[in-house]
Nanobody, 121 residues
Framework: QVQLVESGGGLVQAGGSLRLSCAVS????????MGWYRQSPGKQRELVAQ???????NYADSAMGRFTISRDNAKNMVHLQINSLKPEDTAVYYC???????????????WGQGTLVTVSS
């Protein structure tokens, strides 16, 4: 029932910017943590940025200074602003949240289907 849908990916030249968005819907009691991960071919999925329920953020070293994560609790959305894109940023970006499921009140991890970001040089 819980669904995460990413949007905003695409093809952009190095140095450009993108804003990724993720909408969370379904039977959710509370979203505790939201974040973005990415995965390139032949590499492990890696954390890019996270934001907690109290607004604390953390970023991967490669993202710090260029990526900004934010959340809109009223809309159950999380965003990732990416500036100064590099070819190394090319990956499928996945939205993630740790949440308490409605009804069962189980603490679970949820993932979106991913959105592709391609950065050309």
């Amino acid at each position: 029932q819980v669904q995460l849908v990413e949007s905003g990916g695409g093809l952009v030249q190095a140095g450009g910017s993108l804003r990724l968005s993720c909408a969370v819907s379904g039977s959710i009691f509370r979203i505790n943590r939201m974040g973005w991960y990415r995965q390139s071919p032949g590499k492990q999925r890696e954390l890019v940025a996270q934001i907690t329920d109290v607004g604390a953020t953390n970023y991967a070293d490669s993202a710090m200074g260029r990526f900004t994560i934010s959340r809109d609790n009223a809309k159950n959305m999380v965003h990732l602003q990416i500036n100064s894109l590099k070819p190394e940023d090319t990956a499928v970006y996945y939205c993630n949240c740790g949440a308490v499921e409605g009804g069962t009140l189980r603490r679970l991890e949820f993932w979106g289907q991913g959105t592709l970001v391609t950065v050309s040089s």
